[in-house]
């Protein structure tokens, strides 16, 4: 049998010639969960939250914190296809170890899935220093509108329009809106606790920083439809006028 020659299909080509290996990026906004004992009545108070905003779960990709629940909790087993018949998208779960007997007959996710579409990248090469990324404000120039849905992980988030029921706003930073905030805004996706929520007309459905949140029923009537802003106090998610 003769040797290969170089025209062959095993030689090995030059790496000057073949195409540049790009992949397209994908952003996620999860949501955290992090359930208590007792499990039933967590569900009910689930329940009551999810009656009071519907469809605020819908669709989304849900992390499951187990940190503050043992394993031999009663009704643990049940838990996640509790949530999964709730239409609670689990896509990732922490505090936990899954080779706990009570784990058996969990659907484990093992992935990620869906987030929006961020712009290609080149697949980084490690002889060359990747320039650093600076953070900077999103302004939005036309109204947001129902069903649309903005993140921006890299700072804040300012609409110079309104944005209407139905569409959200999600932020790493603060939230100013210049309109009417009728829809759902969410800061500090990041991890920041200073952030705010600012609205020339407060009208929202949903309000959330840095994970703890409040729907339109919680908040105080006498600042609905009025300058506010939106700010943790206590881990309490708190409206004060916008003065």
């Known amino acids: 049998m003769?040797?290969?020659?170089?025209n062959s299909s095993s030689a090995t080509a030059d790496p000057g010639?073949?195409?540049?290996?790009?992949?397209?990026?994908?952003?996620?906004?999860a949501?955290?969960?992090?359930?208590?004992?007792?499990?039933?009545?967590?569900?009910?108070?689930?329940?009551?939250?999810?009656?009071?905003?519907?469809?605020?779960?819908?669709?989304?990709?849900?992390?499951?914190?187990?940190?503050?629940v043992a394993p031999d909790t009663e009704g643990l087993a049940d838990f996640l296809p509790a949530l999964t018949g709730?239409?609670?998208?689990?896509i990732g779960i922490e505090g936990a170890d899954r080779e706990e007997p009570v784990f058996a007959s969990w659907d484990w996710p093992e992935g990620f899935a869906g987030g929006r579409i961020s712009p290609e990248a080149d697949i980084p090469d490690d002889s060359v220093e990747p320039p650093p990324l600076a953070p900077?404000?999103?302004?939005?120039?036309?109204?947001?509108?129902?069903?649309?849905?903005?993140?921006?992980?890299?700072?804040?988030?300012?609409v110079l329009g309104s944005v209407a029921s139905g569409a959200e706003v999600s932020a790493g930073g603060s939230i100013h809106v210049y309109g009417t905030l009728r829809g759902r805004a969410i800061a500090g996706i990041v991890g920041r606790p200073d952030a705010r929520i600012?609205?020339?007309?407060?009208?929202?459905?949903?309000?959330?920083?840095?994970?703890?949140?409040?729907?339109?029923?919680?908040?105080?009537a006498a600042l609905t439809g009025k300058p506010a802003q939106a700010m943790l106090v206590d881990e309490t998610l708190t409206l004060r006028p916008l003065t």
């Open 2 to 6: 003769s040797a290969p020659t170089a």
């Open 17 to 29: 010639t073949l195409p540049r290996i790009r992949a397209g990026g994908r952003s996620f906004l």
């Open 31 to 68: 949501l955290v969960l992090t359930p208590e004992a007792p499990l039933d009545v967590w569900l009910e108070a689930l329940d009551v939250q999810v009656s009071r905003s519907a469809g605020f779960f819908a669709g989304k990709p849900i992390i499951l914190d187990l940190s503050l």
């Open 86 to 90: 709730r239409g609670i998208h689990v």
């Open 136 to 158: 900077g404000s999103l302004v939005i120039e036309e109204p947001v509108r129902s069903g649309q849905q903005i993140v921006w992980a890299e700072g804040d988030v300012i």
């Open 198 to 220: 600012f609205a020339r007309v407060m009208e929202p459905e949903l309000l959330a920083i840095d994970g703890f949140y409040a729907i339109a029923e919680e908040m105080p």
